[in-house]
């Protein structure tokens, strides 16, 4: 059983940025691919950005040019870079692992974006 510890989500106002770290309780690189996901309140959860084992990187249209996501084998966790945050980018923030065919979620961290 794989665990995701997420932290990093807090308040910051419209343009501001946070940064997100998932920590895993084990190696990462036997996960093939770590992402981020977001659900709004009265919206279904939506694809941030992923990025697999060997490093490439997938962004949702919403999110490109903003978001960053980096894979740390060495610290076993995934980071996401938000930068030019928009109000419409409040939500709560999981991290998700999927390693074959099992997937694993975290608990979730809550980003509000005041404008």
């Known amino acids: 059983q794989v665990q995701l510890v997420e932290s990093g989500g807090g308040l910051v106002q419209a343009g501001g940025s946070l940064r997100l770290s998932c920590a895993a309780s084990?190696?990462?690189?036997?996960?093939?691919?770590m992402g981020w996901y977001r659900q709004a309140p009265g919206k279904q959860r939506e694809l941030v950005a992923t990025?697999?084992?060997?490093?490439?990187?997938n962004y949702a249209d919403s999110v490109k040019g903003r978001f960053t996501i980096a894979r740390d084998n060495a610290k076993d966790t995934v980071d996401l870079q938000m930068n030019s945050l928009k109000p419409e980018d409040t939500a709560v923030y999981y991290c998700?692992?999927?390693?074959?065919?099992?997937?694993?979620w975290g608990q979730g961290t809550q980003v509000t974006v005041s404008s």
């Open positions: 998700r692992g999927q390693r074959f065919w099992y997937i694993y």
């Open positions: 084990t190696n990462i690189e036997s996960i093939n691919v």
């Open positions: 990025v697999t084992s060997g490093g490439s990187t």
